[in-house]
């Protein structure tokens, strides 16, 4: 199981920036195996978004197509934190984010929040005109 804990969310104007940080600690089971850290987001009344994942051996990153080249996720190995850097942030970036890991997830499945085992308590995003 990992705990995960994440920060910085809040309220922006359209076209700012906001940095989300996840810290990332294990409190039970065995870290062997290829593990993933990824975002997702979930806005009132529609279902979760997987928006970008990583491998944390340095490995690829995944984005959904709706925040391709606004958004960059990141990762430090110490401690064992994910970043999402957030750009030209739009009205329909609006929703709760969420910081999720998982290990052994297929490539088809970077985005997917089946794949995912455990979650943080998410962060809110507000972007407004």
């Known amino acids: 199981q990992v705990n995960l804990v994440e920060t910085g969310g809040g309220s922006v104007k359209v076209g700012g920036s906001l940095r989300l940080s996840c810290t990332a600690t294990r409190v039970s089971g065995s870290s062997f195996g290829r593990n993933v850290l990824g975002w997702f987001r979930q806005a009132p009344g529609k279902e979760r978004e997987g928006i970008a994942s990583?491998?944390?051996?340095?490995?690829?990153?995944y984005y959904a197509d709706s925040v391709t080249g606004r958004f960059t996720i990141s990762h430090d190995d110490s401690p064992n934190m994910v970043f999402l850097q957030m750009n030209d942030l739009k009205p329909e970036d609006t929703a709760m984010y969420y910081c999720?890991?998982?290990?052994?997830?297929?490539?088809?499945?970077?985005?997917?929040?089946?794949?995912?085992?455990?979650w943080g308590q998410g962060t809110q995003v507000t972007v407004s005109s």
């Open positions: 990583i491998y944390t051996d340095g490995g690829s990153r």
């Open positions: 999720a890991a998982g290990q052994h997830v297929p490539v088809r499945a970077m985005l997917a929040a089946w794949a995912f085992k455990d």
